[in-house]
């Protein structure tokens, strides 16, 4: 594999046979030599085999190893001669962050940080097998999956506000329930509104610094020392089946296809077919699972927020999703292109005027919010024009996992980590201690060099990094 | 026990040596099982029946599984034991029916989460002894 560097922070792999277009790495030098630890840049370079994909395939400076795509990927793909991929999507579909800001000091929250975490720990259900208080019927999780976050306003769960300040304010309107398993909905029904285990979780930080100070201002982000509330989840089971069902659908219907690919995670099916428009209506309804599932987190955090800081004020920055195809024009050779675009681990960054922000943030761009690694930095971005110009308008959606589960769980004792934290400040709530070794923050690439290249290549710019006061971990 | 866990960087794999397919299809389940719950210290209290139809060895192991963290999932069943298992090639088709004992998770201390069944690095190899290796994403 021949790796060329372009300019500052670009990279690129030539086109070898089979490929049909070059892949794009964005990272500093820096990070480089970490790539070369895992089989990331060989997924990125299979991940150029499908069909119909445009320019170049994309890898962003938070990438590492997934399957079929890497985690930090993006395609786009003709809408005629292309083609979809739900293994391009990834299992978690619409594993998404949200930020809200609040109206508190970090000094009040600190004093007061255990009463909240074990307030939020009674009011949202985490860890593995956490079962929804909620008991729907097979009627109310279609209108779930077909109306997202339109069906969490109707039963008093979300406000006219949170829709407008959501991607896609908070449902897809190519979501068909029909088009979603039994059993994908058998897994969704239970989970609903809970927060699941592995790498999610729930994290109330404050402003640790402001960068840009207008920008941020614009997104409620008004001084440091403001605490902020950060909700990490996805589509749960519901989003794990709809995956599985339709990669073993295209499996089934297009063999020929799929044995010619260099990995069978990347099975597809062909733009116009029927499959994909089915995939395409299936993965919509799991998004809208997801905002649903977030909004109701949000709405469950709000109460415990009240219950100890009764003059609290939560408000919606800003919804993004991580693993989703949306059809988006682009600009290809000169000409504007509506696209099937495949981001997995990979956040939407617009610059200002895309008509797809909401009214909000038109005018100022979109708030890509960044989580960091457990107890480590997260970050606020605004989308930028070398977005639209180099990534299809993404940019990272994290830290970016190094280290495997299993050798986390022989380095750091969960009670270590948890200790550690303490000493600066950073209290864990947490369903199991497995989890935080699993999760502690050295297991993940420095965000903070994340962030560097992003904000550098100017695919998403710095506006606030807000730290850890208080974590749950499912 | 002949399961391993393999490293891998976000996920977890599974490596099961066996004497014949059927065996290292059913130890395989347990290699999941084990990922959530010691299953030393599941009691053999109900039965989980899987009877499952698929188009090849590879999409037999997938569908398998996919049943088996369904059935976690829905319904709770963990398993510790296999009571019985046993795979039929009737023409095109791969038959498998499997007949584990276990409890639900819900009365033991979880230590992980299963969600998906992958074709990630899935091999299976055919020798004197069968070998099997796959992810499960976690």
Known sequence: MEIKKIKENIFEIQK????????????????????????????????????????????????????????????????????????????????GVRLLTTNLDKGEVYSNIKDLLNEIFANVPCGVGSESKLKLSDEEMDNVLNKGIKWCIENSYATEYDFEHCEENGYMKTADASKVSPKAKARGRKQLGTLGAGNHFLEVQYVEKIFDKDTAKAFGINHEGQVTLMIHCGSRGLGHQVCSDYLRRIEKEFPELVSKLPEKELAYAPSTSVTAKDYLSAMSSAANFAWANRQIIQHNCIKAFKKIFPDSELKLVYDVAHNIIKIEEHEVNGETKKL??????????????????????????????????????????????????????????????????????????????????????????????????????????DIDEVVKVSHDLGIGKLVAKVKPIGVIKG | ??????????????????????????????????????????????????????ESKNSLLYDFIDEIIFAIDTRGFIGCKVEHIKIDKIDDTYQLRAVFVGDNYSNYDTHGDVKAMTYNEMEIKEDNEIELTFVVDV
Not at chain 1, 65 to 84: K, L, S
Not at chain 2, 23 to 52: C, Q, R
């Open chain 1, 16 to 95: 070898t046979p089979g490929m049909n277009v070059p892949v794009r790495v964005y990272v500093s030098e820096k990070m480089l030599d970490s790539l070369n630890k895992d089989k990331c840049l060989s997924q990125g370079m299979n991940a150029t085999h499908l069909p119909g994909i445009q320019k170049y395939f994309v890898m962003l400076p938070d990438t590492h190893q997934g399957y079929g795509f890497p985690i930090g990927g993006v395609a786009a793909f003709d809408m005629e001669n292309g083609c979809i991929s739900p293994g391009a999507v990834g299992y978690d579909q619409n594993c």
């Open chain 2, 1 to 54: 026990m002949t399961f391993k866990y393999l490293p891998h960087t976000a996920d977890k794999k599974i490596h099961v040596v066996a004497k014949d397919l059927a065996t290292a299809f059913g130890e395989a389940a347990l290699a999941v099982y084990n990922i959530m719950v010691d299953i030393n210290s599941i009691k053999p209290k109900e039965k989980g029946i899987f009877e499952i139809e698929s």
């Open chain 1, 340 to 445: 099937y675009v495949h981001r997995k681990g990979a956040t939407r960054a617009f610059p200002a005027g895309r008509n797809e922000l909401p009214e909000a943030y038109r005018s100022i761009g979109q708030p890509v919010i960044l989580p960091g690694s457990m107890g480590t930095s997260s970050y606020v971005l605004v989308g930028s024009q070398a977005s639209l110009d180099l990534t299809f308008g993404s940019t990272a959606h994290g830290a970016g996992r190094v280290m495997s589960r299993h050798e986390a769980l022989r380095k750091f004792k969960g009670e270590n980590v948890k200790e550690e934290l303490a000493k600066h400040n950073i209290i864990i709530k947490s369903a199991s201690i497995k989890g935080i070794s699993e999760e502690a923050p050295d297991v993940y690439k």
